[in-house]
């Protein structure tokens, strides 16, 4: 469920305190102690092959990790979905297993008003085995927007994603936007 916040008017000399008004505040105060935030991990008994670059990665949960304002729905699986507006700080991994080389990979947030949030890629050859990637930063939303997590790669063969729950999305709500 959406969270709310008061927005507050000055005082003036003189004007009453009414148990109206701080009950706003106690609704603010709450709302600031557990912010709106979800962390969904893939969780699987076995690797997922990816055979199509780039891929939207599902989050086979049945239930998110973290949650505090229905952003996650194992209904739709490969997105988190805003309940209210304001700033978050979004974070994505992804752990790949591969055989051959890569020759470049790539990790990108999109939300339902941006198709790259947030972009990270690796333009360089990889012959390890596996790949790791994460990203960060802030991001505006809107109630209702959605953000999703695509992988994309070039190189290599039999692109897996590995069967840990190292992969994963989050967003944390940092405030209200001014």
Do not use: C
């Not at 050859?125 to 070039?154: D, H, K, Q, R």
Request: charge should be neutral.
């Amino acid at each position: 469920m959406p969270k709310t916040y008061n927005t507050f008017t000055n005082v003036a000399t003189g004007d009453v305190y009414t148990a109206a008004s701080h009950n706003a505040i106690l609704t603010n105060l709450a709302g600031y102690r557990v912010p709106p935030m979800a962390l969904v991990r893939r969780a699987s008994a076995s690797n997922q092959s990816l055979t199509t670059s780039p891929t939207t990665l599902a989050w086979n949960n049945t239930t998110a990790a973290i949650d505090t304002d229905t952003m996650w729905s194992s209904g739709a699986n490969t997105q988190l979905t805003i309940g209210t507006t304001g700033v978050y700080v979004v974070t994505a991994q992804v752990v790949v297993s591969f055989a051959g080389t890569m020759t470049r990979t790539g990790l990108r947030v999109a939300s339902s008003v941006n198709a790259y949030e947030l972009m990270l890629e690796h333009p360089f050859s990889n012959s390890y085995g596996y790949s790791t990637m994460n990203l960060s930063g802030p991001i505006t939303l809107s109630a209702g927007a959605t953000l999703s997590v695509a992988f994309e790669w070039a190189g290599g063969t039999s692109v897996s994603l590995l069967a840990d729950q190292r992969t994963f999305l989050s967003a944390v709500w940092l405030g209200q936007v001014s």
